[in-house]
């Protein structure tokens, strides 16, 4: 690292010959330990939550599934479905779509009906039955009339059709390219989307589905912050005038990932599907789109030591500002750069281990983790990281400008760690967490934003659930703008640099 240093220092230019003393200053032992102690917090804490974590279910949890990309997705649902060649079509009437919500605790009896706004049944042309391969669907939903949907994130509005109100789908099948079609009444069809699908076999399995995701209970706890709790759901789709053009083998009728593990369907009415004199009947829960965070364990949860190792950062990096010293203005650069590099080295280590390790103990303990690219894994890590250098330096700028330490120290926790701590834990309602870090300093940890909102997802998208209300750069933008008016004050209170005395000519001839 102090190769690294190093070279940082003398990226600066005129602060080069200030980076020496700036090294020295910042390898004093108290200094030191607080960066191991920061590093040692962040790991610690991520493996103790994953240590003290343990799998509820019966026998191994089922992981969540990954797209060809290895990102989490979800792709549960009942499947109806037979073989399609590489040229054909399927053609259905949806007649009638119903649905059914229970609720949680402590209500749990209550059973009404009715369809959530992304509950979905229609038609889908599927690379297999593994979770997480690639598909093309056309439905019916909930609220939000025909949708045609692929790759996972890919959302097509179609005809607002109401569910009751019958609509006509149909998938036709050429290579590798779906096309989506819908009618009213099966003589003329409107193309909702085409979607490629690279790489089909030359078989592909079609049919009916139904799925419907976990609706969105907030319940408030006594400080107002809003707790999440999923409401089981089912969709019921009701189809006929089916036909398949193309087709290959009979009709299969199978779940894509595990189902009929709950009391409503062990006890009322199990997902599946009936057919009757040309009547299918489809029943499903589940969801095939971006994933959900319910009952998996996300990276969030294994950087929980953020808020604790920035406190400890903040707390010696301002008393580093304050140091008694008189200094100048490039003193103040060089330490503050010194200072930066010296955090994120630390901070991108200690993230990288607390996510690498915190998951491999979960994953020991049976418990289901969002599955993560290599590649998002660096980028969060790397935010994180920067993040936490970004604030070091801010809390270093404080300092230099009360020239207090302890004054220091405490207004820069107060500033910059207390609104992520209180921001991110489910203390304060959600609001008043969102407008925390839109405004301060703590902003900046939208750079290690991991959930990704999308608009055909119902969640719960606020801090608590780790999701930021501003984008990363953004986040970014706001610590910035506390930092050049600290930094400003800072320099108003720097030693200035005095310039050399004038050798007069007679000095000159001695």
Wanted: proline share 7%; net charge negative; with cysteine.
């Amino acid at each position: 690292m102090k190769t690294q240093l190093h070279a940082t220092c003398a990226a600066v230019g005129r602060t080069v010959r200030h980076c020496p003393r700036a090294l020295g200053a910042l390898r004093r032992p108290a200094r030191l330990i607080a960066l191991a102690a920061a590093a040692a917090v962040l790991v610690g804490l991520a493996l103790l939550t994953a240590a003290g974590s343990r799998s509820s279910c019966e026998g191994p949890c089922p992981q969540t599934p990954a797209s060809s990309d290895g990102t989490a997705v979800a792709d549960r649902f009942w499947f109806v479905h037979r073989g399609l060649g590489p040229d054909g079509s399927v053609t259905v009437r949806l007649a009638d779509m119903t649905g059914t919500i229970t609720y949680p605790p402590p209500d749990h009896d209550e059973i009404v009906p009715g369809l959530v706004p992304w509950a979905k049944t229609g038609i889908i042309v599927k690379d297999g039955l593994d979770q997480g391969s690639d598909y093309a669907a056309l439905m019916l939903t909930g609220e939000h009339g025909v949708r045609f949907q692929h790759g996972y994130i890919e959302d097509v509005a179609g005809p607002a059709v109401e569910p009751g109100t019958p609509v006509w789908l149909r998938l036709d099948r050429d290579g590798d390219r779906i096309t989506a079609s819908a009618s009213m009444d099966g003589q003329t069809w409107e193309e909702v989307g085409t979607a490629v699908l690279d790489g089909l076999p030359e078989t592909v399995q079609a049919g009916m589905f139904a799925a419907s995701p976990g609706d969105l209970t907030v319940r408030e706890t006594a400080w107002g912050a809003g707790l999440p709790e999923s409401r089981f759901t089912q969709a019921v789709g009701v189809f006929d005038n089916v036909a398949v053009e193309g087709g290959a083998g009979g009709w299969a009728n199978e779940s894509v990932g595990q189902m009929n593990q709950t009391d409503w369907e062990k006890l009322h009415n199990p997902s599946g599907g009936v057919e009757d004199g040309g009547t299918w009947t489809v029943s499903g829960t589940g969801d095939i789109g971006p994933a959900g965070v319910e009952g998996i364990a996300t990276v969030d949860r294994l950087l929980a030591g953020l808020p604790f190792a920035l406190a400890v950062l903040v707390v010696a990096a301002a008393r580093f500002g304050a140091s008694r010293e008189a200094l100048t203005r490039s003193d103040l650069a060089a330490r503050a750069t010194v200072l930066g590099t010296a955090v994120f080295v630390v901070g991108l280590v200690a993230a990288g281990v607390a996510i690498g390790a915190g998951t491999a103990v979960l994953e020991g303990n049976g418990v289901p983790v969002e599955p993560l690219p290599v590649r998002d894994a660096a980028r969060i890590a790397a935010g994180a990281a920067a993040a936490l250098a970004l604030s070091a330096v801010l809390a270093f700028a404080i300092g230099a400008w009360l020239r207090r330490k302890w004054t220091a120290a405490v207004a820069a926790v107060v500033l910059i760690a207390v609104p992520l701590a209180v921001g991110v834990l489910p203390l304060l309602p959600d609001a008043v967490a969102q407008w925390l870090l839109r405004t301060t300093p703590a902003a900046v940890f939208a750079l290690k934003q991991a959930v990704v909102e999308y608009p055909q997802v119902t969640g719960h998208y606020v801090p608590s659930a780790g999701f930021y209300p501003l984008p990363g750069w953004a986040g970014t933008a706001v610590l910035l703008a506390y930092l050049a008016v600290a930094g400003w004050l800072a320099a108003r209170r720097a030693v200035p640099v005095r310039a050399p005395r004038p050798v007069s000519a007679g000095v000159l001839a001695r």
